[in-house]
């Protein structure tokens, strides 16, 4: 197999991409998360997080988030200049663990939610939202 | 590579149909009670304009901001409302009198904005709601006028309109109203701008399609004013024209000037038949 | 930002006993977030409710802490257990100090 010169440039720039650009994108969440959760390990799924697939204006974009039992439900929104969103503590006189608001979306991106559940392990759930008029 | 060139092709073939920006057939029906008319026949002088239906601009917004209309406590449109009812019962003015001092309740309003803009007789011309308050706040109240679709001015034209929803739009074109509603249909037709667009260009001959990543509606004005998701208040009819105008590259008319009250008057008539829905939920 | 600032709440006004009712709060407010730059290309400053936080009978129902990304005009919708007749105290928090306060009975019967 050879390579011309032209070829293993763009290789190697796409091999740069690849490792460099997710890793950066995901190290602000990841210490948002740590920050969140101390660290424990985090499951998927016991969180449910409901965003439109595509959002007609990214500056109100409705989201709802649901964890039966939760103390607290993160959002946060790894393309936004800063990615935390809200974060909700349910009460003890709340009802259903779950609450909706309208969110600013900066772009097409993920929104993650990380639930903190009743037994005291930490659930999560993303979902990537289409902008095509950012907020 | 012959391959790609033909998937990309039958892509491009299935994407109108896939992504139509046409309008849906959900129904709108506000706080469970009032039922809007958001299709009816076309009104009789559109005859000859290839649009038999007219049609809310609110069948054209997505489910989800469909839904934020839906409801008087998730319509952000209404929290402005409430701030004109304060405004409503706040005296002003070197007359010392309130809106309600004359008028008591809002509910008073119902059915203005159905018939707005309205000819004059006294002042001998057409007048939109926000010349009427002006007059009212003048003349009246002995207090400065709102500034044309600044805050408090819009804010007191959703608390009105807000008393007509579910009312049919029927403003009169003929009569004394005919020589400016022939001004304001002149200017739907007249194109404007480097870009050479009319109202008609756009609304008119192409709404349904796309123009760029939004959807066209036709439109139409009875939800004005309106809380736009892209501002974050309550939008008034001549601003959304002026943005228009201002899109085909053209210096625009002022809001509240003669041209965009005439223009006001043309483009509501063409929505006669449909429900007031204002403060509505566009995008 | 303390004035003009309305809060709407929508709680209903009765409930049987035990009953999990839903609740729905908007209020005005800009949200600047700190991120937008005025006509002369200085940034304004970030000035946002910064915490929403709602009550039954002093006793915690749902307590949000709130970040620039949050919109123009925040709206909640969240549910509430009433296992008795009641009060709803429902506070924002402004960055710049001041408190928005709102209040909802409801009647077990």
């Known amino acids: ?135 | ?283 | 930002m303390a004035s003009g600032v309305r809060p709407r709440v929508k709680v209903p006004s009765t409930a049987s006993a035990g009953e999990t009712v839903t609740i729905k709060t908007l209020i005005s407010h800009q949200m600047e977030s700190g991120q937008r730059k005025d006509s002369e290309g200085n940034t304004i400053p970030r000035s946002i409710i910064n915490r929403f936080h709602v009550t039954f009978n002093d006793e915690t129902v749902i307590d949000v802490k709130m970040e620039p990304a949050i919109s123009t005009n925040p709206y909640f919708e969240f549910e509430a257990k009433v296992p008795e007749s009641g009060t709803f105290q429902f506070t924002w928090y402004d960055d710049d100090g001041s408190v928005y306060e709102d209040s909802a009975e409801i009647t077990v019967g």
């Open chain 1, 1 to 135: 197999m050879q390579f011309t010169r032209r070829e293993t440039l763009a290789l190697g720039a796409g091999a740069a991409l690849v490792t460099v650009l997710p890793f950066r994108a995901n190290a602000a969440i990841e210490d948002h998360v740590a920050e969140f959760t101390g660290g424990a390990e985090v499951a998927e799924g016991g969180v449910t997080l409901t965003a439109p697939e595509i959002a007609e204006n990214g500056n109100t974009v409705p989201i709802e988030v649901a964890a039966e039992g939760a103390s607290a439900i993160m959002v946060l929104a790894a393309g936004n200049p800063t990615p935390p969103v809200a974060t909700f503590n349910f009460g003890p006189m709340a009802g259903a663990h779950r609450a909706s608001t309208r969110i600013r979306l900066a772009g097409t991106q993920d929104i993650i939610a990380i639930a903190k559940l009743a037994d005291g392990s930490f659930a999560r759930a993303s979902q990537e939202v289409k902008v095509t008029i950012g907020g």
């Open chain 2, 1 to 283: 590579m012959k391959l790609k060139a033909l998937t990309a092709m039958a892509a491009l073939l299935v994407a109108p149909a896939a992504f139509a920006g046409g309008a849906d057939d959900d129904t709108l029906v506000i706080n469970g009670e009032i039922e809007m008319t958001t299709k009816a026949d076309a009104p009789e002088h559109m005859e000859g304009t290839g649009i038999d239906q007219v049609i809310s601009g609110w069948h054209f917004r997505a489910d989800e901001t469909q839904q934020i209309q839906m409801d008087d406590f998730e319509n952000q449109g209404m929290i402005f409302v409430d701030q004109a009812i304060n405004t409503w019962n706040t005296a002003e003015g070197s007359a010392g009198q309130s809106c309600a001092d004359c008028h008591n309740d809002p509910e008073s309003m119902a059915g203005v904005t159905a018939t707005y803009p309205k000819w004059n007789e006294d002042a001998g011309e057409v007048r939109t709601v926000q010349m009427q308050v002006n007059d009212c706040r003048v003349n009246r109240m002995g207090a400065e006028p709102w500034p044309y679709d600044a805050a408090p001015a819009i804010n007191m034209e959703a608390l009105i309109a807000s008393q007509s929803r579910g009312m049919p739009v029927d403003v009169a074109i003929d009569g004394p109203a005919a020589e400016t509603w022939e001004q304001g249909k002149d200017i739907y037709y007249t194109r404007y701008g480097q870009l050479e667009l009319a109202c008609a260009s756009c609304h008119e001959e192409n709404y349904g399609n796309y123009i760029r990543a939004d959807h066209l509606s036709q439109g139409q004005i009875n939800g004005f004013p309106t809380y736009r998701l892209k501002n974050a208040k309550l939008n008034g009819a001549h601003s959304r024209f002026k943005g228009c105008v201002r899109d085909t590259r053209a210096e625009t008319f002022a809001t509240g000037s003669p041209e965009f009250v005439a223009l006001e008057l043309y483009v509501k008539s063409r929505g006669n038949g449909l429900s007031v829905e204002g403060p509505s939920v566009r995008n």
